[in-house]
């Protein structure tokens, strides 16, 4: 869209064990609100952190301290009147939410302030989110003419039905500490440890090897469309295929070495 104005910003933390890499959407004056060329940056963002082949995680935020991301460019979809433009607009924030669902490692989502429909569609396609006390999570779309879809799918997975339809339905906010019970976020700290919060996480992310997160991850997305016996089955050659990488033989032993010694 003509005129917008935001950034990406994608720092790096190069560790001997690999890299973490944080990427910060800035459409601060406008709660990070995003809108077509915003999507599309942040889609190319972590199309490009997939290909980073020493990527342990990636921490996922909003800046300017009030929002995570506030939604949908609302100016954007109200001059939409075509079907064509809502299905591509529409497609386009599925597109990010599927970049982040694919990117290799674990995608962490750091959240204080507002986080509103898509940018919750796009928290919940992210692997772990952790909440400042102050954030505030909500699906607005009906009270603006709209249905909430695409990602939105996820919400029953974190959820359940019932409270993604008084989400849904009645469009009201909720805070940080409902959506903790809730079990849509994985955490939540003052706002003064979140970012410690959120660095004891990657720190835990990082301790793991490299190639079993990766397997993890991509087993765990595998689970979502696979029946039990299926996703059974599944882990079962997610596990032989890492004993032959033998990536487990060093730290395993380790173990077991420390185990004598005591």
């Given at each position: 869209?003509?005129?917008?104005?935001?950034?990406v910003?994608?720092?790096?933390?190069?560790?001997?064990?690999?890299?973490?890499?944080?990427?910060?959407?800035?459409?601060?004056?406008?709660?990070?609100?995003?809108?077509?060329?915003?999507?599309?940056?942040?889609?190319?963002?972590?199309?490009?952190?997939?290909?980073?082949?020493?990527?342990?995680?990636?921490?996922?935020?909003?800046?300017?301290?009030?929002?995570?991301?506030?939604?949908?460019?609302?100016?954007?979809?109200?001059?939409?009147?075509?079907?064509?433009?809502?299905?591509?607009?529409?497609?386009?924030?599925?597109?990010?939410?599927?970049a982040?669902?694919?990117?290799?490692?674990?995608?962490?989502?750091?959240?204080?302030?507002?986080?509103?429909?898509?940018?919750?569609?796009?928290?919940?396609?992210?692997?772990?989110?952790?909440?400042?006390?102050?954030?505030?999570?909500?699906?607005?779309?009906?009270?603006?003419?709209?249905?909430?879809?695409?990602?939105?799918?996820?919400?029953?997975?974190?959820?359940?039905?019932g409270?993604?339809?008084?989400?849904?339905?009645?469009?009201?906010?909720?805070?940080?500490?409902?959506?903790?019970?809730?079990?849509?976020?994985?955490?939540?700290?003052?706002?003064?440890?979140?970012?410690?919060?959120?660095?004891?996480?990657?720190?835990?992310?990082?301790?793991?090897?490299?190639?079993?997160?990766?397997?993890q991850?991509?087993?765990?997305?595998?689970?979502?469309?696979?029946s039990?016996?299926e996703?059974?089955?599944?882990?079962?050659?997610?596990?032989?295929?890492?004993?032959?990488?033998?990536?487990?033989?060093?730290?395993?032993?380790?173990?077991?070495?420390?185990?004598?010694?005591?």
């Amino acid at each position: 869209m003509a005129g917008s104005v935001h950034k990406v910003d994608i720092s790096w933390d190069r560790r001997p064990a690999g890299t973490v890499a944080t990427v910060v959407f800035d459409n601060s004056r406008r709660l990070n609100v995003v809108g077509p060329p915003a999507l599309l940056d942040l889609t190319e963002a972590f199309l490009g952190l997939a290909r980073e082949e020493d990527l342990r995680a990636v921490v996922f935020a909003g800046a300017g301290g009030k929002a995570f991301i506030g939604g949908a460019d609302i100016n954007h979809m109200a001059a939409m009147r075509h079907p064509d433009e809502g299905r591509t607009f529409i497609t386009m924030i599925h597109k990010l939410c599927q970049a982040i669902r694919d990117c290799p490692v674990p995608v962490i989502c750091r959240m204080e302030g507002y986080t509103l429909g898509a940018g919750l569609e796009i928290a919940a396609a992210c692997d772990i989110r952790i909440a400042a006390d102050n954030a505030f999570f909500g699906m607005p779309e009906v009270k603006v003419g709209v249905p909430s879809v695409v990602e939105a799918a996820l919400l029953p997975r974190l959820i359940g039905w019932g409270r993604t339809s008084w989400m849904l339905l009645t469009a009201e906010n909720i805070d940080a500490a409902t959506a903790d019970r809730w079990g849509m976020v994985e955490q939540v700290v003052p706002l003064d440890r979140l970012d410690v919060a959120v660095a004891r996480c990657v720190d835990s992310i990082v301790e793991g090897t490299p190639k079993s997160v990766r397997a993890q991850k991509r087993l765990m997305r595998r689970w979502e469309r696979l029946s039990l016996d299926e996703a059974v089955q599944a882990g079962i050659d997610s596990f032989a295929q890492s004993v032959g990488e033998g990536e487990h033989i060093e730290p395993m032993t380790a173990f077991v070495n420390r185990k004598k010694k005591g």
